[in-house]
Nanobody, 117 residues
Framework: QVRLVESGGGLVQSGGSLRLSCAVS????????MRWYRQAPGKERELVAG????????DYADSVKGRFTIFRDNAKNTVYLQMHDLEPEDTAVYYC??????????WGQGTQVTVSS
């Protein structure tokens, strides 16, 4: 059974930092590119960051460039999202997604990030 479990969310003040983790089981993480999405209340889910299977390539939404870093440890079957200089606009539920080259994908259940001003 494939499971993606996000953790590390919480309440933080504006300007603070958080590190999200996505622990994956039931699949070989190195075979999947990974993505972090977020969804704020009343808004559509949006792509925040992505990373290739070997970690050699990353991409970011313009709104988080320079503040967020996605990285992975395939040996630990975990993907991370390091977030700095958080802003109230970053408040959302953050989800990780595993994407196989064939298009098969899996979602985690999400972790809440709340940034107070």
């Amino acid at each position: 059974q494939v499971r993606l479990v996000e953790s590390g969310g919480g309440l933080v003040q504006s300007g603070g930092s958080l590190r999200l983790s996505c622990a994956v089981s039931g699949l070989s993480l190195s075979s999947y590119s990974m993505r972090w999405y977020r969804q704020a209340p009343g808004k559509e889910r949006e792509l925040v960051a992505g990373i290739s299977r070997d970690g050699g390539a990353t991409d970011y939404a313009d709104s988080v460039k320079g503040r967020f870093t996605i990285f992975r440890d395939n040996a630990k079957n975990t993907v991370y999202l390091q977030m700095h200089d958080l802003e109230p606009e970053d408040t959302a539920v953050y989800y990780c997604k595993a994407v196989f080259p064939s298009g098969v994908f899996y979602w985690g259940q999400g972790t809440q990030v709340t940034v107070s001003s």
